[in-house]
């Protein structure tokens, strides 16, 4: 009896013991839980870009980034930080701005797969150039449509430098870079396509043009030289009378004219006289560069539906 007693006495400490043990291991992985709660609702930060603000990019769920990151200035400031600093060193800190896209340096329409872009971003206290930007994930755009267009309100975090190509001899050009999309407060979409005549003999569309370019080796330009039927749908810059836009026979597939003459090769008199929806011929030879279809330079109209030259 004193054995079996000893037994069961023994039996029931253990059980009871092993009840208190399991009940305090309980206490503590639910007062775990509850603090982490806590935590995570009393802590967490506010973030720039939160899922959804990115419906214009490839992938659904973008890298969060902490508000509290980079540095918040004006585009004055970042001017002024790049030009104390020495010829093309960089700053150690990010540095976030926030304005609207001036200029795509960068084709907006034929972005090659993967690619990073270059702008010119603005606010109310100047303008600065933004090179090697990636999307709102920090990775390089995919889609044509995913670049913001001219007008777009944007905030870009980035290192700020002041940049001189090696052997240049112009000044040297502040430039915030080597960064990323952390917001994109609005997306300035294209503008719908108006329609293109077919080409007249002895000239092709621009999505012909488009397609015999990107079958060349990449860096190489056509021995054949073409007219190039199109209609404008974005003039990307215009510098000394040379201007470069974008002309598509479809609304689908573009071409480039790169840094291109007016009529009669001859500069362009103004900016006015090359507008989008102006349907043009375009005398060149085709290039593909680094997967963008374009014209070698100076290519000068054979004719266009803008009045300003009739």
Known sequence: MDIRMKILNTTYMKTAGNRAFTAKKKYIFITT????????????????????????????IPILIPDTE?????????????????????????????????????????????????????????????????????????????????????????????????????????????????????????????GCPDPAEGQISASDAATKALALVDGSTSTET?????????VLEFTDGKATYIISSDGKQFFEIYRGYGMNNAPFPD?????????????CKLKNFKGTPETNDNAPLVSTTNPNFN
Request: with cysteine; hydrophobic share 35%.
């Open 33 to 60: 839980v509850l603090v982490a709660l806590a935590m995570i609702s009393c802590g967490e930060p506010s973030y720039i870009n939160k899922p959804g603000d990115n419906s214009f990019n490839n992938d659904s």
């Open 70 to 194: 980079g540095i918040v200035i004006s585009v004055d400031s970042a001017l002024k930080i790049c030009k104390s600093l020495s010829v093309n060193a960089k700053t150690g800190e990010l540095y976030k701005l926030s304005g609207v896209i001036a200029k795509n340096t960068t084709n907006p329409m034929n972005v090659p797969s993967y690619t990073n872009i270059n702008f010119d971003l603005t606010d109310s206290t100047g303008t600065i150039s933004c090179y090697y930007i990636n999307n709102l994930l920090n990775k390089p755009f995919r889609k044509n449509t995913d670049v913001p267009r001219v007008g777009s309100k944007v905030t870009v975090i980035g290192v700020l430098t002041y940049y001189q190509k090696t052997g240049s001899t112009y000044a040297p050009t502040p430039e915030l870079t080597d960064g990323y999309f952390v917001r994109i407060d609005s997306m300035v979409a294209p503008p719908p396509f108006p």
């Open 226 to 234: 073409y007219d190039v039927l199109g209609v404008v749908t974005e």
């Open 271 to 283: 900016k006015e006289y090359i507008l989008p929806n102006d349907t043009v011929v375009v005398h």
